[in-house]
């Protein structure tokens, strides 16, 4: 462009962008404009997460920073929900509808990274926030409190309610939470992840669940007196190979992935133990379940040919999340009126040294609003408890660019962009896109009917059960 024209072009993005701040309405100017007045202390609760990037159920601090926030902003708080002393309800308001945002905040081990480019852990072997859940928890409670000052207001009738869900990276949360009944009478639910583009999320996840199968033998000195034992390790191994031959038997959409968690000690003492822990993976939970029976009657065959015991115990597994299209629709609108995410040359510079530094090719940032997408047949692989929740309620999903485009996920290079401006950036586009579609959704009724009704269609005849052991959830002690 040349200079002459410059002042005219500058002039036009003047008018074009107070148009577009004009066909805003009121309500939602007024949830952005929240946004911005506490950015700074959304900021701070999100860099206190992750400084403390505690992992799953041990996130006592950063449960605590969150709920005490939303306490003092006049949030009634309920801590400890579903037996977990992480899991916490913050809700303002009275009556239907009542509009329901995730808020997770656990971290991942050995992560540890400072908000650089070059990898160095802020602490040794520490946990590091690799899925940037610092900033999940953090933007979610931001999007609420913007609800609750209109609520407060009285522009806005209803309850607005901020789930705390702890353990997403481990035993998943929310599915606790969702058995312990408390999603039962919510109209609508939205959560976001971290990602390195902004879009309403269309696709779906892979359903899982996580089994720990056990082997008991008999152990003897494995050269006097061989004859005498019974090898749980060999069991394991069987199972092992049964598994990768049913591979060929499945479809191609099915996952199938295992450890080895216990299998002797020495080489000269049979193994009297031995564990193996494997996750089945479909894109739906009806096609889960048919091979987990394949996989518990390997469970026996295998125990049978090592002349052992065996036993199949349940840990986790998640629902497929269910799409909703109504809902995505409407995030989409309003992820297009916040507008997309700008970064100066600096953050570029950033997201390029840090991904050349990881082996990766550098592809500057993405802070561009992408178009609706079409649904796939099969989820990518990957697996989320916000699933459930979707089982349960219609949800809605945003994914917000927080890392530079094409960057590892679960890696140090989240951990560093997730604490600095561009996990900030991407954070406070979150805040605003979420709470800009809640007005929607406190405001127009059709579209929560809307909503409901394809909820009721592609739930189809499904009946949630949570996917648990009985018991309360494996606490560890602090
Ligand atoms: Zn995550």
């Not at 009121?26 to 929240?34: G, R």
């Not at 072997?125 to 953090?138: L, Q, S, T, V």
């Not at 518990?296 to 036993?311: F, H, T």
């Not at 917000?400 to 900030?424: D, L, N, Q």
Request: net charge negative.
């Amino acid at each position: 462009m040349s200079k002459k024209h410059f002042p005219f072009f500058l002039c036009l993005i003047t008018i074009i962008s107070n148009l577009h701040a004009q066909n805003i309405p009121e309500n939602k100017k007024l949830v952005m404009a929240s946004v911005d007045k506490h950015h700074q202390e959304l900021i701070n609760l999100s860099d206190s997460v992750w400084k403390f990037a505690e992992i799953a159920l041990k996130e006592t601090q950063s449960a605590k920073i969150l709920a005490d926030y939303a306490e003092k902003n006049g949030f009634n708080t309920r801590r400890g929900v579903a037996e977990m002393p992480s899991a916490f309800i913050a809700e303002y308001g009275s009556g239907k509808p009542i509009i329901a945002i995730l808020g997770e905040f656990d971290a991942l081990p050995g992560l540890s990274q400072k908000a650089q480019t070059t990898r160095e852990a802020l602490k040794i072997d520490a946990p590091g926030h690799g899925c940037g859940h610092n900033m999940f928890g953090a933007a979610s409670l931001g999007a609420a409190l913007a609800i609750k000052e209109l609520i407060a207001a009285g522009k806005l009738k209803g309850t607005i309610r901020f789930y705390g869900t702890p353990a997403e990276e481990d035993i998943g949360g929310k599915i606790y939470m969702a058995r312990a009944g408390l999603f039962n009478d919510v109209d609508v639910c939205l959560d976001w992840h971290p990602d390195s583009e902004n879009k309403a999320g269309m696709q779906s996840s892979q359903s899982m669940v996580s089994y720990m199968v056990e082997f008991k033998g008999k152990s003897a000195h494995a050269a006097a007196d061989p004859w005498n034992g019974r090898s749980a390790l060999d069991a394991a191994e069987f199972f092992a190979h049964g598994i990768n031959y049913l591979r060929e038997h499945v479809h191609p959409s099915v996952r199938m992935h295992y450890v080895f968690k216990k299998a002797g000690d020495v080489p000269n003492v049979i193994p009297a133990e031995a564990s193996v822990w494997i996750w089945l993976r479909d894109s739906k939970r009806s096609g889960v379940a048919a091979v987990e029976k394949r996989m518990r009657e390997i469970a026996q065959g295998a125990a049978i040919m090592a002349g052992v015991e065996s036993s199949v115990r349940l840990t986790s597994g998640d629902y497929e999340l269910l799409v909703n299209e109504t809902g995505a629709k409407a995030l989409q609108a309003n992820m297009e009126l916040v507008g997309p995410i700008s970064y100066t040359p600096e953050e570029i510079n950033f997201a390029n040294q840090i991904m050349k530094e990881y082996g990766s090719e550098p592809k500057g940032m993405n802070g561009a609003i992408k178009p609706l997408e079409t649904t796939k047949e099969d989820p990518e692989g990957g697996s989320t408890d916000v699933g459930d929740v979707s089982y349960i309620v219609p949800e809605i999903s945003l994914l917000a660019t927080t890392a530079p485009f094409k960057a590892p996920w679960h890696s140090w290079v989240v951990v560093a962009c997730g604490g600095m401006s561009i996990g900030h950036k991407g954070m406070l586009f979150a805040a605003k896109s979420l709470s800009a579609t809640m007005v929607d959704l406190f405001e127009n009724e059709k579209l929560r009917q809307d909503m409901r009704k394809e909820f009721d269609k592609r739930k189809g005849n499904e009946v949630w059960k949570a996917m648990l052991p009985d018991g309360p959830p494996p606490v560890p002690l602090q």
